[in-house]
């Protein structure tokens, strides 16, 4: 109960109370305790990262966790890093190339993993340490890494009874690559990106005729590789070249003309289509159905091959286009070029533009997977929120494609399938190489080179995690988890993939519930990227940053480069831009937490704004402030003799004590309500709302006058209201002490430094983390306090705009000294006339103003203002000597001109199509928003100059 310092500083608390629950074991779950459990795994990070916006939303994880401990479930949340195959080689890679200048391949494998593991040791772990700054509650002792020695077992367990129940099986298909990475992807490892291209027609001769058959394609180069032509079977046109051939440009091969109405549409382009089986998906599945040979004329490098005529071979792709175009023209074949806008697949790694490529590779058979995922969220096992994200899913598994799971690294789940030397047809899938050599007979095996899709081994995490394939006392608790919590771009990456993955090894879903949350994007609504430079590191927020380290500029960078990096900032961010030219100041991660949980709404982005973050800081300085004025006023508490006399009815409760002990039922049953329906963001602003208005701007300010000390004229003891003050006390250390427990699993730090603070009852727990998250008292909930409070409010909201709208001081008199100014209340409805005359001195404490006459009516005559509230009016006596008429009319003329200005421009931007065609529907629903307030403002501005007018007239 030591004194506060006046202003609330974050660095002074977070690390401290961190370490102290890390101390206390707080995170941690028993498995073996008869709680209920209540379990999460984390989506684990990727080891090359730092932390960013994405990382930061893990705050609503922690919500929930916090939530369910403080409940007394058994809470389990579960961290862990992943292994990121592509991304951490692609980071090792360049750093030994930059350092030792020495690719992989001159290391040899064995070293360069070594290498990586090394990296892992020195810098996978970083990440961790930013998620303790920002107070996740996770349990660290349960930290798993996909790739450590029982995740690694689970992996290989995986893929054997999978292969083994022929789910995973090797062919050679048409499979995504990229010639940069040098490693097959998946299809959602493929970015599809809207590009403006051409689509050239070209002639080919139709063999023993003078026809020629045209078609279009947005890639000449891969010509080379055609093995048909297809034209529509119902097509008029084309009807009487079906079956016979065409002659093919440059290669001079006679090639069949086919009759394909799922790959050909007459409505496009010239009704015939060149058809490349080995370099197009569609064309693949054409030339299965005709039994078309596959001719690659691509390799893997993205270089023209030996398939290719002569002049093309060793060309790039962008050359061999350029050239075959050239070539074609001089033959006479192309016939037209023209604009053509194309979504072309780019690697989401390195933004390589992908190409479809034949190759041997492994493939999980994913239909029989998919049928038990759909029907689980069918049955309602598991669901959506929001719900409309079942659509996609669904969506997705319905038309799922089998999965590309290998992957040509050498960072990750190496494969366990060995090959007999003189014979690759020979292949043996077993859990050690010793196991796999007893099934061939001899012990030369050479295993396969490469290793499984980061995926993979990340849809098994929410078992994997807790011991499986061993049946440990983990698994047996805590799964299946009781939620997942992730992003919605990645539903099919790892959602659906891990659906699959637990119904298909555990037997059942592994998580009841899928929380999506919206992505955190730029004050433009742009996705954060570091080529756009708009990303911003949540701990420069939560510990203020410099503008340079803002920029994350490279060691040595130039004028330059700073100059085209502070640009991006600014078009990114320009509020912030303006609001700190030099740099972030510090929020603290409270702050930061608020903002991301309040902004968090479902289906909807988060529009990064510093200056909201700092609106949130103030917040928590408004409950530091609150809590340090109770300490003031905390001589004599005594928390035990108030309970127990709240519980008997024996507290000298005033209106405003059993007002706010309502209030604070109603909204611990609001944050309940919420919290169980997964709406975070609501409880969040239910408490933001109850902390901020009901306590502070209107309870606190009631009872100032009770928590001074009680005493009659002379000094001799007021026992009455003596009685009043200890009820206040009691009444605000209760509060206080509840609402702090219904904000920590919200803001932890600040909550857990004032809570301890705070008088409490006899045999309180040490930690607010470990204390009970309150529930409604029904038997607290008072409908007539709360009536009568309202009628109050509404008097004195009245008072106060008024006031407010013609810049009134406190006194009725020019000089600013002298008696308070004077209203009646006129109030028509019995009961809150009645409650504002019994409570009149709680209105004039309020209002700061002399109450006259409170009375169901009142003439309006000359020299009086009125404001009306919700029913009720306020009526300003003596406003003819209060307002200098000609000031006040110029200063209203010149508000409304103002006003009518931006009016008139935003009126017109909304009749503008272009802009409500084009703009972002938020930037349009935001003008709307703003054009209603200009209008209500203008209203209320022209009935005040109408007001002002009538009291020239009268005097």
Not at 123 to 141: A, K, T
Not at 810 to 824: C, I, N, S, Y
Request: charged share 25%; proline share 5%.
């Amino acid at each position: 109960m030591t004194e506060l310092p006046k202003a609330y500083d974050p660095s002074q608390v977070e690390p401290k109370w961190y370490r102290v629950w890390m101390e206390q074991g707080y995170f941690h779950a028993d498995a073996q305790t008869p709680k209920t459990p209540f379990s999460i795994v984390i989506p684990p990070p990727n080891i090359t990262g730092s932390l960013h916006m994405g990382h930061a939303m893990y705050v609503i994880q922690d919500v929930l966790v916090r939530w369910r401990r403080m409940q007394a479930f058994n809470a389990l949340w579960l961290p862990g890093t992943d292994h990121a195959g592509i991304a951490t080689q692609l980071v090792v890679e360049r750093m030994i190339q930059r350092e030792e200048g020495k690719s992989r391949h001159e290391l040899g494998r064995e070293e360069f993993v070594r290498r990586v593991w090394l990296w892992k040791e020195k810098y996978g772990d970083r990440i961790n340490e930013q998620l303790r700054v920002l107070g996740f509650s996770l349990d660290w002792e349960r930290a798993r890494f996909t790739m450590d020695e029982g995740l690694s077992r689970a992996v290989i367990e995986a893929f054997v009874r999978l292969y083994e129940e022929g789910l995973i099986y090797r062919a050679r298909r048409l499979i995504n690559w990229c010639s940069r990475c040098y490693t097959a992807l998946s299809d959602l490892e493929v970015e599809p990106v809207e590009r403006e291209g051409r689509l050239w027609h070209i002639a080919y001769p139709v063999l023993d005729s003078d026809e020629r058959l045209v078609v279009a394609t947005t890639r000449p180069e891969t010509l080379l590789g055609d093995t048909a032509v297809a034209v529509h079977p119902e097509d008029e046109r084309f009807k009487h070249l079906i079956g016979r051939k065409v002659l093919l440009p440059l290669a001079q091969r006679p090639i069949p003309i086919v009759a394909d109405p799922i790959l050909v549409s007459m409505e496009f382009g010239t009704g015939a289509v060149k058809v490349t089986p080995a370099h197009d998906f569609n064309d693949f599945e054409a030339g299965q159905r005709h039994g078309l040979p596959q001719v690659s004329v691509i390799d893997l490098h993205g270089r023209l091959n030996d398939n290719a005529p002569e002049p093309f071979r060793g060309l790039t792709v962008a050359e061999a286009r350029t050239a075959v175009l050239a070539a074609l023209a001089q033959q006479g074949l192309l016939v037209r070029e023209e604009a053509h806008r194309l979504s072309i697949g780019c690697c989401q790694r390195c933004d390589t533009v992908i190409e479809p490529t034949l190759s041997m590779q492994w493939f999980v058979r994913t239909g029989p997977l998919a049928g038990p995922a759909i029907q689980a969220v069918e049955q309602g096992k598991t669901r959506f929120v929001p719900e409309h994200w079942t659509d996609d899913y669904f969506r997705w598994m319905r038309n799922i494609r089998d999965w590309c799971i290998s992957r040509q690294l050498w960072w990750g789940h190496r494969i366990p399938a060995y090959y007999d030397p003189d014979d690759e047809s020979k292949v043996y899938v077993a859990r050690t190489r010793q196991e796999a050599c007893r099934a061939a007979g001899r012990d030369d095996l050479r295993q396969d080179e490469d290793v499984l899709d980061t995926w993979f081994s990340s849809a098994l995490w929410p078992f994997s995690t807790l011991g499986w394939p061993e049946q440990t006392r983990d698994l047996r608790t805590f799964y299946p988890t009781s939620v997942l919590e992730t992003g919605h771009d990645i539903l099919f990456f790892w959602v659906a993939r891990m659906m699959m993955m637990g119904l298909h090894f555990m037997k059942k879903v592994p998580f009841r519930t899928v929380l999506l949350h919206a992505l955190v994007v730029d004050e433009n609504g742009e996705k954060m990227s570091k080529v756009k430079g708009n990303v911003i590191d949540p701990l420069h927020i939560v510990h203020g940053a410099s503008l340079d380290e803002i920029l994350d500029l490279r060691p040595g960078a130039s004028a330059q480069e700073r100059q085209e990096a502070l640009e991006k900032f600014r078009r990114a961010f320009p509020s912030a831009a303006a609001a700190y030219p030099n740099g972030f100041p510090r929020q603290g991660a409270d702050a930061l937490r608020f903002f991301l949980v309040v902004m968090g709404a479902q289906g909807r982005n988060i529009r990064l704004s510093i200056p909201r973050i700092e609106g949130y800081r103030h917040f928590m300085n408004k409950i530091w402030s609150a809590v340090r004025f109770f300490l003031l006023h905390s001589a004599g508490v005594d928390p035990d003799w108030f309970q127990e006399a709240l519980q008997e009815g024996r507290a000298a409760l005033t209106l405003a004590d059993r007002w706010i002990l309502s209030r604070l039922q109603r909204t611990t049953a609001e944050v309940d309500e919420a919290l169980t329906a997964f709406r975070i963001s609501e409880a969040a602003q239910a408490l933001y709302r109850f902390f901020w208005t009901e306590l502070c701007d209107w309870y606190i300010e009631m009872v100032k006058p009770q928590l001074q000390p009680a005493a009659r004229e002379g000094g001799t003891p007021d026992q009455e209201a003596y009685e009043r003050q200890r009820a206040a006390q009691g009444t605000l250390a209760h509060v206080l002490d509840t609402v702090l427990r219904l904000l920590h699993p919200f803001i932890p730090f600040i909550t857990e430094e004032l809570w301890t603070r705070l008088p409490r009852p006899t045999g309180s727990p040490q930690s607010l983390m470990i204390t009970m998250y309150p529930s409604a008292q029904e038997s607290l909930i008072d409908q007539e306090a709360e009536r009568r409070v309202a009628a109050i409010q509404t008097a004195v909201s009245a008072i106060r705009s008024l006031r407010a709208a013609y810049r009134l001081t406190g006194t009725d008199k020019p000089e600013g000294a002298g008696e308070r100014l004077r209203f009646v209340l006129k109030v028509p409805d019995d009961a809150a006339r009645a409650a504002l005359i019994q409570h009149h001195s709680l209105v004039e404490w309020l209002a700061r103003v002399q109450v006259a006459d409170i009375v169901a009516d009142y003439p309006q005559e000359g020299g009086v203002i009125a404001n009306v509230v919700e029913g009720q009016t306020a009526l300003l006596l003596g406003a003819d000597r209060l307002i200098d008429v000609p000031a006040e009319r110029a200063r209203l003329s010149k508000e409304i001109a103002r006003v009518d200005k931006d009016l008139a421009s935003l009126r017109g931007r909304l009749e503008n199509s272009d802009f409500v065609q084009r703009a972002p529907a938020e930037v349009v629903e935001q003008s709307r928003v703003r054009l209603r307030e200009l209008e209500q403002r203008a209203a209320e501005l022209r009935e005040h100059l109408r007001a002002v007018e009538a009291i020239g007239r009268s005097t």
